[in-house]
């Protein structure tokens, strides 16, 4: 008996549950408007991971609507290990294929390398806005190779991206981009050690000659370099050159910069820095002598012909 009243109400049970009405999705009434709406403001990684799970119409908007992919923006997270890297790159490249093409603008921290841009460049030919923070595994080659299918740039950041760093990649940019407005680069710390190497990075910036605006955060370029892009980039409006610690504001540098409508020095705040800022390094201008301070000589201990030729900087004197 007790057996017989166990199975009938668990058939009763069963009935009723029968009987009830389906579960309702509940974004099913939403509008597809008022759904992207919700989805923008959730950030993209947590979509991809995540929004697929949660009902029927996210899965369906998350993954048909190409509108929610056209702004990306995947940044947090650590450099870690190599197979957590390529789950970050991974995801990046289901993001570019979710915008189905109509990617315009991608931020992205530690998730690429020179596959990842190589695959944006044919994923996203309508791109305009590119950011990229600490990508350490994009190289000069592999950058150098994705840029030039991008023409239709107009927004660049290259933020403690370390592996890109040849100065004839800035020249490729300035060649292929002709219609880039903003270039930021930002760099971890302004040392260097040979003052020839100091305005290795103008060259190419100066052939940015469409640049409204600049910014230039812990670079190595001098007083003289800083001119030589001012001299190129005359529609210039907006210069931020913080932690630039080789740059003297003379008289002639103040009457080019008074052209620009806003204009961060040196020696300004970086409260409002949104990148890990670190405190500028020594300048130094020869082995032994520190540019800021002619007073204060440093023992030098090392092989001078390691820094500079001889021959060449102290010419044998004429009688």
């Not at 017989?4 to 408007?33: F, N, V």
């Not at 289901?94 to 991608?106: D, K, N, Q, T, V």
């Not at 050690?193 to 001098?222: C, H, Y």
Request: aromatic letters at 8%; charged letters at 25%.
């Amino acid at each position: 008996m007790p057996s017989r009243h166990i199975s009938g109400h668990a058939c009763r049970r069963r009935e009723e549950a029968a009987a009830a009405p389906a579960a309702r999705d509940w974004a099913d009434g939403l509008g597809t408007d008022m759904l992207l709406a919700i989805l923008s403001r959730v950030d993209h990684v947590d979509i991809l991971m995540s929004g697929d799970s949660v009902c029927r119409t996210w899965r369906r908007a998350a993954r048909d609507e190409p509108t929610l992919w056209r702004r990306v923006v995947m940044r947090g997270g650590h450099a870690g290990t190599m197979p957590r890297r390529l789950i970050r790159c991974g995801a990046a490249c289901e993001a570019l294929r979710r915008s189905a093409g109509l990617c315009e603008a991608f931020c992205v921290e530690y998730a690429a390398d020179d596959g990842f841009l190589i695959y944006l460049s044919e994923m996203a030919p309508y791109l305009k806005n590119l950011r990229l923070i600490c990508c350490n595994n994009v190289t000069d080659q592999g950058f150098t190779e994705a840029v030039k299918e991008l023409p239709l740039l107009e927004e660049l950041e290259l933020s403690l991206c370390d592996t890109v760093c040849i100065s004839r990649v800035y020249k490729t940019v300035g060649d292929a981009c002709i219609q880039l407005k903003h270039f930021r680069l930002s760099k971890r710390t302004a040392i260097y050690f040979l003052w020839t190497e100091m305005d290795k990075d103008v060259p190419g910036i100066a052939s940015m000659r469409r640049l409204r605006s600049l910014q230039l955060f812990s670079n190595t370029l001098s007083s003289e370099g800083l001119e030589t892009i001012l001299d190129n980039c005359p529609q210039l409006e907006y210069l931020d050159i913080r932690g630039c610690c080789n740059i003297y504001m003379g008289r002639s540098l103040h009457v080019k910069c008074a052209k620009i409508k806003k204009i961060r020095f040196p020696g300004d705040s970086i409260d409002d820095y949104d990148l890990k800022a670190q405190t500028c390094a020594r300048r130094v201008s020869s082995p032994t002598m520190s540019r800021g301070n002619h007073n204060e000589l440093r023992p030098f201990r090392g092989n001078y012909y390691r820094y500079f030729n001889r021959d060449k900087l102290f010419p044998p004197l004429s009688r």
